[in-house]
């Protein structure tokens, strides 16, 4: 059994039948690698664990308490920031509309209501405007047209929801 | 369900009792194995103490059919050999930068008695022959004789194929080997020359 074959077993930590076992230990006081091997394997096999000073999991419950203590107060803090961040960030975009609230705040107050006044103002004049277009164009289609409108209209409606419906199963995970 | 896996079970509803007695259950292969990687005491201890901090944080993504010491002894692992690839440790050597052997003193006062166990012969020999391999070498051949770990978990410790660690290992063991031969041609040389002076 050659040097080569011995050494292959040794790094591999393979168990060595009695034969293979002879043949080592006539090979190893003339070869200082696989004695170094052997030497060094064994002592790895018999190591001892090293242990903490005791108290660890003290140490550990202690540590532990310091860290959620730093945790909440980063909380803390962050929400502080995001807080103060928002309110510094709102001030500043409200602050043209504040200076001249505070500066005139009748001049303020009359834009604010004749804003008001004039939307709704719109909203009433399009509606009136939407009922008259509907008795007009009422009085020129015939009812033969609406029905067949109304019909072409709900076929469309079904045909897109059937649609859609197959897209969402097709997307649906598996 | 086995004791332990009720512990791990309160562990992860947030019951800090149950943490804490895996702590004392696992404490020391934790630290060993933090202490072999490091070679400091300290470092070790402060290492050993953040892998259970990591773990108390990430315990709900434990897999409750994983083995726990397996699943702790990995995230220790990683976190040694980030430590080390990151900061480049001081690590502890029986030698000076000149080679000569250094002298241990003992402080008594400072020492307890677990601590002091570590400084006998046998361990700081073995500190230093585990100071030549690389992070992961090391950390295999730790897992492997100290933890008597299969190759499978060492694989699943240091989230590497089963073969890289058996190619780790053939290296790991060929590394020893020579650094053991190395030392010993030195303790030899220096038997023939107790006093240092080389025989012309």
Same mark, same amino acid.
């Given at each position: 059994m050659d040097h080569q074959h011995i050494e292959k077993k040794l790094l591999n930590d393979e168990q060595l039948t009695p034969e293979e076992n002879r043949a080592l230990r006539n090979h190893l006081p003339n070869c200082p690698i696989c004695s170094a091997l052997v030497e060094a394997n064994l002592a790895l096999k018999h190591v001892t664990m090293a242990a903490p000073a005791p108290g660890f999991a003290n140490r550990f419950t202690t540590r532990l308490a310091g860290q959620r203590k730093a945790q909440k107060r980063r909380y803390f803090f962050g929400g502080l920031i995001l807080f103060l961040s928002g309110a510094g960030a709102l001030l500043w975009l409200a602050s043209p509309l504040l200076t001249a609230a505070l500066s005139s705040p009748a001049d303020i107050l009359t834009t604010w209501v004749s804003f008001i006044v004039a939307t709704l103002s719109f909203i009433q004049t399009f509606s009136e405007a939407g009922k008259v277009v509907f008795r007009v164009a009422t009085g020129f289609i015939s009812p033969t047209t609406w029905a067949f409108a109304l019909s072409l209209l709900s076929i469309l409606g079904m045909f897109i929801l059937s649609f859609s419906q197959k897209l969402l199963v097709q997307r649906q995970p598996v | 369900m086995d004791e332990e896996k009720t512990w791990i079970i309160q562990a992860q509803q947030g019951s800090d009792e149950a943490f804490t007695y895996l702590v004392e259950t696992y404490q020391r292969p934790v630290y060993n194995l933090c202490y072999r990687m490091l070679g400091v005491a300290d470092y070790a201890e402060d290492a050993a103490q953040e892998s259970f901090l990591r773990a108390y944080k990430n315990l709900h993504r434990?897999?409750?059919?994983? #083995?726990f010491p397996t699943w702790l002894l990995s995230i220790a692992a990683h976190y040694c050999i980030d430590k080390l690839r990151r900061k480049k440790l001081p690590t502890f050597s029986l030698h000076d930068d000149e080679g000569t052997p250094r002298e241990y003193i003992p402080d008594t006062s400072a020492i307890h008695p677990e601590k002091a166990l570590l400084y006998n012969d046998q361990s700081a020999e073995m500190q230093e022959l585990l100071q030549s391999l690389s992070e992961i070498d090391r950390a295999a051949i730790i897992l492997r004789y100290?933890?008597?770990? #299969?190759e499978v978990e060492i694989a699943e410790s240091l989230n590497i194929s089963v073969s890289a660690v058996k190619s780790r290992l053939f290296r790991a063991r060929r590394q020893l080997g020579e650094v053991w031969q190395a030392e010993s041609e030195k303790t030899s040389l220096g038997e023939r020359m107790p006093y240092g002076s080389p025989a012309y």
């Open positions: - | 434990y897999d409750i059919n994983r #083995s100290w933890h008597e770990a #299969s």
